[in-house]
């Protein structure tokens, strides 16, 4: 089992363009997440997505839109990218939205906006 | 908003010592639990302590909790290079789906 990966590992965009990141998890869990992670911030809750069909915004979700595309998939998407989302981005999964949860994380995806 | 606060922010020692973190959060909690990031890498999670429980062992990692104190501690005996990382404190509260991270304890174990 590959567990969660992430695409791109790596991206650079200009301020105004639009990018897509995709997560997808290989472990038949309900749950997806994408966190934001930047030096001494800890990792912040963007958006979730409690099960298929649903979404529910996290704790920093101004500037992004996120699809739960089937049980596998779950991306994120930047509109229009900005300086201030220049930050490592993080996918994770769990099995179920219960006090049980362990959430299995991706690699993450660095994204530079200039 | 952050939910558990971990102390110290950077801790160094020498092999063969004991790390202790510490974290402490806010809210009523039904679960702890403590994940490990390596450098450039995503968060592993490590053990899960539940509310009713005081202790746990894992290994080489040893987790309290005082829900009185609200408060947890994690401790790596015997620290190796390996476990030079950071290490993370999460909870989520009696509702709700997310689970919030702490900022972290960024451990450096030299040889």
């Known amino acids: 089992n590959a567990g969660v990966t992430q695409t791109p590992k790596f991206q650079v965009l200009k301020t105004g363009q639009s990018m897509t990141l995709q997560c997808a998890q290989d472990?038949?869990?309900?749950?997806m997440y994408w966190y934001r992670q930047d030096p001494g911030m800890g990792l912040r809750l963007i958006y979730y997505s409690a099960s298929e069909g649903t979404t529910d915004k996290g704790e920093v979700p101004n500037g992004y839109n996120v699809s739960r595309l089937n049980k596998r998939e779950f991306s994120l998407r930047l509109e229009s990218a900005a300086p201030s989302q220049t930050s490592v981005y993080f996918c994770?999964?769990?099995?179920?939205?219960?006090?049980?949860?362990?959430?299995?994380f991706g690699p993450g995806t660095r994204l530079l906006v200039l | 908003s952050q939910q558990g606060e971990e102390d110290p922010q950077a801790l160094s020692i020498q092999e063969g010592e004991n790390a202790t973190m510490n974290c402490s959060y806010k809210?009523?909690?039904?679960?702890l639990q403590w994940y490990r990031q390596n450098s450039g890498r995503g968060l592993v999670h490590l053990i899960l302590i539940r509310s009713n429980e005081r202790e746990k062992h894992s290994g080489r990692l040893r987790v309290t909790l005082d829900t009185s104190k609200k408060s947890s501690s994690l401790l790596i005996t015997a620290s190796r290079a390996a476990d030079t990382a950071s290490y993370f404190c999460?909870?989520?509260?009696?509702?709700?789906?997310?689970?919030?991270f702490g900022k972290g304890t960024t451990l450096s174990v030299s040889s």
């Open positions: 809210t009523s909690i039904n679960n």
């Open positions: 999460a909870t989520r509260g009696q509702a709700g789906t997310a689970l919030i």
């Open positions: 994770a999964s769990s099995e179920a939205a219960t006090w049980r949860e362990t959430q299995y």
């Open positions: 472990m038949n869990h309900n749950s």
